[in-house]
Each structure stands twice: as C-alpha cells, then as structure tokens.
C-alpha cells in the first residue's frame, strides 16, 4: 500500500509503507516538536496513510523542509549506498523540500 506525505497542494510524495516508515521514523528522531514527533509516532502505530505538512505549525513546518533539505540525504546514503533506485526515490522528497524553500 502506497504512503504520502502531502507537503503542499502542489507536492506531495508517495512510497511504499517501508520507505514511508524510514522517512517517518527520521522526522520523529529529528524534529523538536513534541506534538509533532507524537503525531508522527501515531501515525506510524495505527498504519495512517499519510501525513500532511500543510496542517502542522508552520514552525515545525520550517524545521522539517529543512531537515529534509539538509540532513535527509547524508541519512539516505548512509542506510541505503548500494541501492541507487531507493536512494533517489527518498531524494525526491529532498527535491521537493527545496523548491518550496521557505
């Protein structure tokens, strides 16, 4: 089953549960927001089909296009350098986070 992380009316990104979940569980790791990481958490348990940034604060909002702009890569050659396909898929949403750069 395809997962999404909506981050703008115009974005929104769509991987398998597995990739989905190592996005998920970066965030939860990464971000200070307690409500944040929570909801996260939540989502992840009970098997929620996406996530959408549009609603969050739009602080948290900025740490996360951030952490996905700038910490996500390193993480995503790290956990997956000898899977090329994977690793490009995931850096999509790196991709995205900067041409929304806020």
Do not use: C, N
């Not at 790791?29 to 990481?37: F, N």
């Not at 940034?53 to 740490?63: C, G, K």
């Amino acid at each position: 089953m395809a997962m999404t992380i909506f981050v703008t009316d115009e974005y929104a990104w769509t991987a398998s549960f597995g990739l989905f979940e190592w996005v998920v569980e970066f965030l939860i790791e990464h971000v200070a927001d307690q409500d944040a990481k929570a909801e996260f958490v939540t989502v992840l348990r009970d098997h929620h089909g996406s996530i959408d940034l549009r609603i969050v604060p739009a602080e948290t909002r900025r740490e996360i296009l951030r952490l996905l702009r700038e910490d996500l890569v390193p993480a995503i050659v790290s956990r997956f350098e000898s899977d090329p396909l994977t690793r490009g898929h995931l850096e999509t949403l790196t991709l995205i986070a900067r041409d929304i750069e806020e």
